[in-house]
Nanobody, 114 residues
Framework: VQLQASGGGLVQAGGSLRLSCAAS????????MAWYRQAPGKQREFVAS???????NYADSVQGRFTISRDNAKNTLYLQMNSLKPEDTAVYYC?????????WGQGTLVTVSS
């Protein structure tokens, strides 16, 4: 499975961005898909995850501001990011857990200016 993340860019604090992650093949809705991020000089951290039949999970730092969703017909994962803060600046990665394998996208840079 190949994952292609896109949608990053430069935005002012308080602004919004929507990230997309396109999969190279169909991923069953029961498969957990997630977004992680890695800020400069910091470890990669969990942002949000989604799978069918369960409520999405969010990191406390993004709860209420970010929304994860997926379009199974398009094999695409999304992350809607609102009320962005400078501390949200990071490279954002999508991930899929398929048949006990962890697949990562290449990352897309989000920069939030103050």
């Amino acid at each position: 499975v190949q994952l292609q993340a896109s949608g990053g860019g430069l935005v002012q604090a308080g602004g919004s961005l929507r990230l997309s992650c396109a999969a190279s093949r169909t991923i069953h809705s029961s498969v957990v898909m997630a977004w992680y991020r890695q800020a400069p000089g910091k470890q990669r951290e969990f942002v949000a995850s989604i799978r069918s039949g369960r409520d999405p999970n969010y990191a406390d730092s993004v709860q209420g501001r970010f929304t994860i969703s997926r379009d199974n017909a398009k094999n695409t994962l999304y992350l809607q990011m609102n009320s962005l803060k400078p501390e949200d600046t990071a490279v954002y990665y999508c991930k899929a857990n398929v048949e006990s394998q962890h697949y990562w996208g290449q990352g897309t840079l989000v920069t939030v200016s103050s």
